[in-house]
């Protein structure tokens, strides 16, 4: 066929995009436009997932505000051009929403399935229906666990629109898996399609895994070498467009003006930036990072922002976040700072409002001034207030709070459910130590220092801490140990030495393998029978879960704390049943004693979780470092002044706690932790976990394709692809995949895919069967019939082409219609044929040609009485949508609006968002029409006799 821009096409994986126009041809590629949902899709001419759409006589077409029913088609200049009752159309005109099928056409011709496939693609089509109008669609084959303060802030912000926030909860309570959660729901109903993601250079990778592990989201690297690679075909060509989805250093692309301009002309509906307060900013300048992001945040909806800087070490450096996500709200830096110390000042009432301990005279004036404009309200704080009158004067202050709008703040002894920490510190003895072992351990240290770890000699099979190391593995018997250490280096140094020494049963875990072994060697630890002991490099650190050991092994000790909470991280999780081991070592007398010193008695970083980490690392860093040097020396009064600097560290930790404890803001956190969206995602995540239909339904999917299964735990299965019949099948390029239906068997396990309906190998097999026509027509006998009996079951699918941004789908997805109507043209709905009747046709062979006249005669009317019904039908299905879309939307603007009028947070762009939003569903729902998907003939044996 030849192609030619105004061609039309329908996507053969999405068809609810509608009709799409060819708009242009470029070498081997194409662009097909499907306007009404605002999509544009580029295409490798060859091998393009989209068919033509090609009407034939009989059937009716709309465009330019008329219709007809097709006489006569011909050709002009490549493009189809329909003719009927005096008037005609050009495909080019043709209305986006019009309907195709073939399905009708093969059960005439005779090119019909077993009635099975019938039963399999209405049950792929009912099943896929239920599971993209759940609140949990895009998070349920997610690797996470169900946690209430994670799932709450998902789905308060997934809610938002436009959705600008801040996350910053504590670190270790999961800021990175909450905006992961967000995404991957905003783009699994199309809320978003472009996303440019934001890292320190450190990060890139850790959040690269986490994305792709977590949430099966495939993002694009970009650097100076990737650009300029695009940049060689087409000079002109802005890279930043070559992808929807973008991670980047924010370095990179802050230092270089070409890069950061080509960056924010490539448009994006969604920026996430993690690490936000590194942005600097003041009244008088900002530094080239925040102006990056700062225009980025002026031309982009949707913005999250990413830190675990408390507000109260930094008002201006957190003022400066906020203007970033609400210019208009936070313009003024003193104003600002006013109107933060009031609501802190506020605290103290709130918590005498949640335990439940009486009001002074005082704190009910204050109370009375800030709830002056609600009778009700001031009349319930002049009287005793129980339980319920709390919990409604709580209510009213969130409602009112300044930051509560924006920011989500979550803390560890709110949250709770995180283990006890028990330090397991030895100190050896360092007159012990020979130079040359001395001079190895500063080395060692210098080298622990640097960005990148510089190669040096690794001496192991006689290092002094060795002895140690044996003795815990010994000691230790048969429990799991997690070793983390500085670099690749340490990690193969150290296996080598094992090899020799201990028999324990090692795995390793470094940057210099590939994903995929990791991965194998990850799950050989996890297993019961497999490695006691995994050996980690810094990587090791960076986003995984090993909550399954306890026992976590220092062999070195980084010197930012947050590194350490990081390693600490990798066991120290919601979830842990035991105590956190920490066992680290060091001798005395050397520059890693000072540290270790350092963080037990300066930060009490070994027990708890300090938040004030990275400022008493830039107050103290320096002089520790250096202290740290002259210790190893044996300098005169090193340790007096190494002593001092720890007390000045222990004093700044507890005035930094008390700072921060003291102005904390107990609305914000409330804010945070009382909605109870939580239990929406939970109990729709918790119900597709417990759904054992689904995972049978899935495997009998991909029987359909070739592939086998073989089960090798409780809910886990080994796909085996030996026998696979298409190349198109997702996610089995490297052979057979072993899978779970298992959530905490896939947190144990990370090489483990979980398989729900959203998972991008399900989706794919769905759209393989869906877009092609098996099972879409079909031709039973059903002797259980009465005499003289023929029945047409027909599925229609309900489809709505709207913009993709709209979400249309959380209210009306492409929902099975079936109808099935008899030779007399009544409706038959109640009819199903049973199991043995269906598995009984499939040994029964039928001469279709015989009956095809018979067919001819009688589907066609049959056929048109039932697009009557389920056009009745689809009015019953949009009313039902429109209510739901009431209900959510409707109140939410509702609430809004009421809100504005005492929370100077909520923003007028953002109430106007929301009604354009209401609009636009109330404009496209009532739109959706049916589609006829597939049908079948039933009858009784005598039927065939009498045709």
Known sequence: ??????????????????????????????????????????????????????????????????????????????????????????????????????????????????ADRFDLRLEALLRRADARRSPAWGLESARIDLIPHQLRVAEMAASRSPLRILLADEVGLGKTIEAGMILARLLANGRVGRVLVLLPESLVYQWFVELLRRFNLQFSLFDEERCESIETSDPTRNPFQDEQLVMASIGFLSGSEKRASQVIAAGWDLVIVDEAHHLAWSVESASPQYTLVETLASTTPGL??????PEQLGRSGHFARLRLLDPARYHDLETYVVEADGFGALSGIVGKLVEGQPLSVGDCRELAQRLGDDEELTGLIASPLDAAGSNRLLDALIDRHGTGRAMFRNRRAQVGGFPRRVPRLTTLDGSELDDGQRQHLLAEFHADLQATAPEIELPYASDPRLVWLLDIIERLGSEK?????????????????????????????????????????????????????????????????????HNLLLWDLPLDPDLLEQRIGRLDRIGQRHDIMIHACAFSGTAQHALMRWFDNGLDAFRSSPSDGRELLKRFGGQLVQLAEQHAHGGEDADSELDALIADSRASHEELSALVNAGRDRLLELASSRQSHAERLHRALAEADANLANDDFILRLFEQFGVENEEHAPRTVVLDPEYLSTEGFPGLKDGAQKVTFDRATALAR?????????????????????????????????????????????????????????????????????????????????????????????????????????????VKPMLAHAETLARERTQIEIGAALAAVERDLGQEQDRLIALARVNPAVREEEIQALADELEALRSAIPMATPRLDAVRFICSPDFLRLG
Do not use: W
């Open 1 to 114: 066929m030849a192609l030619v821009p105004g061609q039309r096409f329908i996507s053969n994986a999405e068809p609810e995009l509608g009709l799409g126009t060819m708009i242009r041809l470029e070498g081997r590629n194409v662009q097909v436009l499907f306007a009404t949902a605002g999509v544009l899709r580029r295409y490798a001419a060859h091998s393009a997932p989209i068919s033509r759409a090609e009407f034939r006589i009989g059937q009716k077409v709309i465009g330019k505000g008329i219709s007809l029913v097709i006489e006569r088609v011909e050709q002009a200049e490549g493009l189809l051009v329909y003719h009927g009752a005096g008037k005609s159309l050009n495909e080019a005109e043709l209305d986006d929403t019009q309907a195709i099928s073939s399905a009708d056409e093969r059960l005439v011709s005779g090119r019909i399935d077993r």
């Open 750 to 858: 990370e090489d483990l895919p979980l398989l729900r309906m959203d998972h991008p190998m399900v989706n794919g097999a769905l759209d393989l069967l869906l877009e092609g026509e098996q099972g879409n027509a079909s031709f039973l006998v059903d002797d259980t019939l009465p005499a003289r009996t023929a029945l047409l079951e027909c599925i229609h699918v309900l489809v709505c082409v709207a913009d993709r941004s709209l979400g249309v789908e959380r209210y009306l997805p492409p929902l099975p219609l079936r109808i099935v109507i008899d030779t007399r043209l009544l409706a038959r709905n109640e009819y199903s044929p049973s199991a043995d009747v269906v598995r009984r046709a499939a040994d029964r062979e039928i001469e279709l040609a015989r009956y095809r006249s018979l067919l001819t005669k009688l």
């Open 304 to 309: 999250i922002l990413l830190t675990a800087t």
């Open 481 to 549: 140990l997690l070793l983390i250490c500085r670099s690749q280096a340490k990690v193969l140094a150290l296996e080598e030495v094992l090899r020799t020494r201990s028999g324990v049963k090692v795995a390793r875990f470094h940057e210099g393998m590939s994903l995929l072994q990791r991965d194998r060697n990850a799950a050989y630890f996890a297993d019961a029978e497999g490695a006691r002991l995994l050996l980690c490099s810094e990587i090791g650190s960076e986003g995984r879960n090993f909550q399954f050991a």
